[in-house]
């Protein structure tokens, strides 16, 4: 892993220099962007957005990935390799065509609102995009995938005598499900949510084109500064703050693949 550590670290930590010396204008050494972006209504309010989004739809697609991977896991193994070929086909297609792909399925005119209207009869404009809808609509279906890794591998790691022994004590399937198979899947559960809300909190491309002028999240507010503002050095400032964040909700994370480990 060394050489491939070498080369991302090299990639990736200069440019992070960079932007963290930006955010400080340089050698002068300012913190006064960093305070003005703390105390702006505008950053507090994609701030807001930005956890609120990330919270639910990590939420929602725990949920959803939960009950598909406790499906993967009861099929045989044959059958299990054929249907995580179809959750991962997700990875295989650009998030830009998946987010077009969404306009159209969601759209005012799409197949959403196409098939409603033909079922009650008359004209169904249901505003499925450029809102919160849309936007947790994307980020879920992104999400999920990721999520349903590591819960399938705790899944399938819990041995099958215990599932037996307690069937054979009585126990009913409920009662299985919430005493063997939801403590022992909580690994996997812990690992994929913090993975999907670390990643969810650098979202761009999908509340830039499925979610509304105030759904916008805070990489959304970074390129308004870096483009729009042409204000680099608060771009840099938020910037810092994103990538502290995503630290301090990773670092749970990676103490506990340590401890694993």
């Given at each position: 892993m060394s050489p491939a550590t070498m080369i991302a670290v090299a990639i990736v930590v200069p440019p992070l220099l960079y932007v963290l010396f930006t955010s400080v204008h340089g050698s002068v050494f300012s913190l006064a962007d960093f305070d003005a972006v703390l105390t702006s209504n505008l950053f507090r309010q994609t701030l807001s957005t930005t956890l609120f989004v990330a919270g639910l739809s990590s939420l929602l697609s725990l949920l959803l990935g939960f009950i598909l991977a406790l499906h993967l896991a009861s099929q045989p193994a044959r059958r299990r390799r054929f249907l995580?070929?179809?959750?991962l086909l997700p990875f295989w297609t650009s998030a830009l065509v998946k987010c077009f792909a969404f306009m159209i399925i969601l759209g005012r005119d799409g197949i959403v609102n196409t098939v409603l209207s033909?079922?009650?009869h008359t004209k169904v404009q249901l505003p499925l995009v450029l809102n919160m809808v849309g936007l947790l609509f994307g980020m879920t279906s992104f999400q999920v995938p990721i999520v349903?890794?590591?819960i399938l591998a705790s899944l399938l790691a819990i041995d099958g005598a215990l599932y037996r022994a307690a069937a054979i004590m009585g126990a009913k399937p409920a009662r299985i499900f919430w005493t063997i198979t939801v403590p022992m899947s909580l690994p996997g559960v812990f690992a994929g949510l913090l993975s999907i809300f670390v990643m969810s909190l650098g979202a761009f491309i999908v509340p830039g084109l499925l979610g509304g002028p105030q759904d916008h999240m805070l990489s959304n507010l970074v390129n308004f500064y870096n483009r729009e503002v042409l204000d680099w050095?608060?771009?840099s400032a938020i910037s810092v703050v994103l990538f502290g964040m995503a630290l301090i909700f990773a670092a749970p994370?990676?103490?506990?693949?340590r401890r694993k480990v």
């Open positions: 995580m070929i179809l959750v033909w079922i009650f349903v890794l590591p050095p608060k771009a994370l990676a103490l506990w693949r």
